[in-house]
């Protein structure tokens, strides 16, 4: 187990996906939970229990654990996750790393104007999802000795998650109408451009976009929605309803490039807009 090249850091819906088209020998997943990890190793996969919270555990791990080339970082933010990153950055800065993808956000932008968002734009997050997100982005940035990017996501869809599931439970937070741009990336996607930057040996850039190729109006997708497939159009609110409600990172407003990516991976989205992909949360 000591030979796999690459750390899956979490096995959650993007992750645990990913580890399915991988070669099984060459990657290792983490997670906190004992019950996950008997799926797993029942599926075939190496498989550990780590929660980065806990410091000790950390340092041991990785003193067992010392041959990786990649790690894959998809740890949502928690609380203390500035101190929880920077624990796992001192235990990895003299670690024989070749290679860190970080799975960030979009809302590391934090833009409202409606305007074209690229990896160039300046980051001023509105969300302390967001805040967490970029900070984290600096830290891997500016401690870790090796190539990092940081793939910033918008909104996850895909079997059993996204608008589909949302509106048929009646839990879709509908704001102002649905007059703000979205951005959204199924998880096949995620996956497919991951396997491909594994498998890339020179260096990413530093930032790419990982979302599809069509941003669009809110109430657009809602609407192909509720018509696709029966739904009630959801009642709207308004943006202080929303701030109360705790949605701030929903409250972004701009259309996310994702030229960049595609420049870079030559990559074929296979669901480059929400229309390809409706209706597969029901899957």
Known sequence: MNNNKTLLLGSGYSLSKLALICDKNNILLTTRSSEKKQKFIKKGFNVELLDIKRFDDVKSFFDEFNKFELIIDSIPPVDNELGVKKNLVNTLKDYPLKRYFYLSTTGVYGKTDGLLT?????????????????????????????????FRLPGIYGPGRGTGIALKNKRYPYIENGSRWSNRVH????????????????????????????????????????????LELPKSISYKEAEEKGYQSLLANHKVSNELLLKTLNYQFKYPSYIEGAGTEYE
């Open 187 to 230: 998880v096949d996607d995620i996956v497919g451009v991951l396997k491909k930057s594994i498998s890339i040996t020179e260096e990413l850039p530093t930032f790419l976009n990982l979302c599809d190729s069509h941003p669009t109006l809110t109430k657009d997708v809602v609407k192909f929605y509720c018509e696709k497939f029966n």
């Open 118 to 150: 690229t990896e160039k734009t300046e980051r001023t997050p509105i969300s302390e999802r967001g805040q967490r997100r970029l900070d984290t982005e600096n830290l891997l940035l500016n401690s870790l000795n090796c190539s990092v990017t940081n």
